[in-house]
C-alpha cells in the first residue's frame, strides 16, 4: 500500500504535513512534535486528531529518483 500523506507546500515541497493515509483511513495531523533532515530526507513526528503518533520521513527525489509521493510512515508510542 503506497504511503500517502498530505502536505502544505510553499517555497518548497513538504514544508508542513497536514494529513496522512493509514490503514485506509485518512487521519488529519494536529501537532508536529518534532522534526529535521538529514542529507537524504526530511522527517516530521507527529500526531493525529486520533491521538496517534507517527513518524514521516520523505527521501529528497532528485537525489534518490523518487516521486514527491514517496513517503515512508512508521507508527511510535502510545495514544494518549
Excluded at 508542513?16 to 485518512?26: E, F, I, K, M
Excluded at 522534526?35 to 486520533?50: E, N
Aim: aromatic share 12%; with cysteine; glycine share 8%.
Amino acid at each position: 500500500m503506497t504511503a500517502i500523506v498530505e502536505c502544505h507546500s510553499g517555497f518548497t515541497y513538504a514544508e508542513r504535513p497536514t494529513a496522512l493515509t493509514w490503514q485506509g483511513l485518512r487521519l488529519e495531523i494536529v501537532e508536529i512534535l518534532s522534526q529535521g533532515r538529514t542529507p537524504q530526507a526530511k522527517w516530521f513526528r507527529v500526531r493525529t486528531a486520533q491521538g496517534s503518533f507517527f513518524e514521516l520521513s520523505h527521501l529528497e527525489a532528485e537525489s534518490q529518483g523518487l516521486s514527491d509521493n514517496d513517503w515512508k510512515i512508521v507508527p511510535f508510542g502510545s495514544s494518549q
